[in-house]
């Protein structure tokens, strides 16, 4: 369907984009932002963190160092507070030499006797020095005369582990700042070229995308699903889509029905759900063609195959049986009226003879010629019925006589035939018995002596069926594949294709459980043998079994 056309009037409003890839590559995006922001926050946080405490741990050990320094606890008990004094110049010199902000000495009122500002020697420092004062080693980051800085606070002894007073180092917290910021720049290049890079596989990935979407909206996407699903499930042809390994991965109504499948099937191989033989190897593409003829079951099928992009295929299947059946019976039909009109030719001539015979006033020989005449058909017909009590099968075999004796083959029932009228499927035994005698028939017509011998037998509810012809035979190494669809020594016919009677009588047999088989026949010919184990009813108790 075609999408409606835009109108171009009006403001034209932004809002979020229709086409799967221009969706899915905004997502992406989004999601490759977020996380690059959030690896980037999470690295961050804990570099400041560390930064911040290598600064308090350097201005601890200038503490240490100073602390440790001979002579400035000595000349903290020897002398005053003064900018002169020898306790600011040994902590000047140690700041300038350290690059720390401060090094400040004091005693232990608080009293500071070092400062890089000259004029707040000899005042009491801002910040508590307690702990250090009770001989305890302070890291901090906290805020005094000269700003913010990360401090180290030491405790300063004399020999005999006496605190006279305490060292406190501060290192400015900007240069920690710095650092940081410093390092921000090459981080967010690493961030961005991360990001850069998922952007690209991003837009890379959703190109493909669009390529297989066929830059569709999802609301296409979702209405083609549902129209897909409703025309799949509603058509009477089967439709079986396979993946790129052979299995299941569509399997609508009809398909189900033709082959004789549950939903379950979906997603198993063909192999585990299907019997082997033709029809797995034309769904599986092992043999090739265009309106390729299956059997499966007791129904014919008609399918085509179409290979997918993705290495699968699709294969539509049509039912043939009802059509098979008719072309069937047109073969049939078309074969009745030759064997009529050739009746009515040799009719017309018995006529005639009968004529002359009366005309000649010879009565009684013109008696005797329509009696044989008459009891010949009657004889045939009585032989019949009388060992085929199925009156379906014996019609058959009736006109099946016929046909072939127009075709100058004999038709005759073999020694010890005797078939009780308790068949379970007489339709189905006249569809075995009518394309095994088509078959002979076709075979021994234009033979020497030609003619076809039906052997019917029943043991107990197993029947066994014999059809032997005086035709050319079958070779021994064709004896197993004649059973195959397509397989045919005779002319297509005008309504479709031959190699279907033989696997629909040998599909009939195994569903009951029988089998067929081909032999050679003593002095030509060959001979076909059908085995139906439950082919006949149980008896009548008042008949018996029989009539």
């Not at 990935?205 to 066929?214: K, P």
């Not at 043999?287 to 390729?292: I, K, P, S």
Request: no cysteine.
């Amino acid at each position: 369907m075609n999408a409606p056309p835009h109108s171009d009037r009006g403001p034209r409003r932004f809002g979020w984009p229709q086409r799967v890839f221009s969706q899915v590559l905004l997502m992406q995006l989004a999601i490759i932002t977020g996380v690059t922001v959030l690896v980037t926050g999470l690295f961050l946080a804990p570099l400041s963190a560390q930064l911040d405490d290598e600064a308090m741990r350097r201005a601890l050990a200038i503490a240490q160092s100073t602390a440790a320094q001979p002579g400035i606890a000595e000349d903290l008990r020897t002398t005053e507070p003064s900018a002169l004094g020898p306790v600011q110049s040994a902590a000047e010199r140690i700041r300038r030499s350290t690059g720390a902000e401060y090094v400040v000495v004091m005693d232990r009122r608080g009293v500071r006797w070092s400062h890089p500002e000259a004029d707040r020697i000899g005042e009491v420092v801002s910040t508590d020095p307690g702990d250090a004062l009770r001989g305890r080693e302070v890291m901090e980051i906290d805020s005094g005369t000269l700003g913010r800085s990360a401090r180290g606070k030491v405790p300063l002894r004399v020999p005999g582990d006496e605190v006279v007073g305490a060292v406190s180092v501060g290192i400015e917290y900007d240069s920690v700042r710095a650092r940081l910021l410093g390092a921000i720049p090459g981080l967010l290049a690493y961030a961005g070229t991360a990001l850069a890079v998922g952007a690209l596989a991003a837009y890379l990935i959703s190109r493909r995308l669009q390529r297989q979407t066929h830059d569709l909206a999802f609301s296409d996407i979702s209405a083609l699903l549902t129209e897909r699903e409703a025309m799949l499930h509603s058509i009477r042809e089967g439709v079986v889509a396979l993946d790129g390994t052979g299995r299941i991965r569509l399997l609508n109504d009809e398909a189900q029905r033709l082959l004789g499948l549950g939903p379950e099937a979906t997603g198993r191989p063909l192999d585990e759900v299907l019997d082997p033989g033709r029809t797995v190897d034309v769904l599986a593409g092992r043999v090739v063609g265009d309106d390729l003829l299956a059997v499966q079951g007791s129904r014919v099928l008609l399918a085509n195959r179409m290979e997918t992009d993705d290495g699968g295929a699709v294969v539509t299947l049509r039912d043939r049986t009802e059509l098979e059946h008719l072309g069937r019976e047109l073969d049939s039909t078309t074969g009745l009226i030759d064997a009529l009109r050739a009746q009515d030719h040799e009719h017309a001539n018995r006529l005639h003879t009968l004529l002359g015979l009366l005309e000649l006033e010879m009565h009684e020989d013109a008696m005797e010629f329509v009696t044989e005449v008459v009891g010949v058909h009657r004889a045939t017909a009585e032989q019949v019925t009388e060992k085929v009590r199925d009156p379906l099968l014996a019609a058959l075999l009736v006109g099946k006589a016929t046909v072939a004796a127009e075709r100058g083959v004999s038709l005759r029932l073999a020694p010890g035939t005797l078939l009780p009228d308790r068949v379970v499927d007489p339709r189905g035994l006249v569809t075995v018995v009518g394309n095994l005698v088509d078959n002979a028939t076709d075979a021994a017509a234009g033979s020497q002596d030609a003619r076809i011998e039906v052997g019917l037998r029943a043991e107990g509810r197993t029947v066994e069926l014999r059809v032997r012809d005086s035709g050319p035979g079958i070779a021994p190494e064709q004896h197993a594949s004649i059973f195959t669809e397509g397989w045919s020594t005779k002319d297509v016919p005008a309504h479709g294709k031959r190699g279907l009677g033989l696997p629909l009588v040998r599909r009939l047999a195994e569903r009951q459980g029988g089998s067929v088989t081909v032999s050679a026949a003593d002095g030509g010919g060959a001979v076909f043998t059908v085995v139906l184990p439950e082919a006949l009813g149980t008896a009548s108790p008042t008949t018996g079994g029989e009539r």
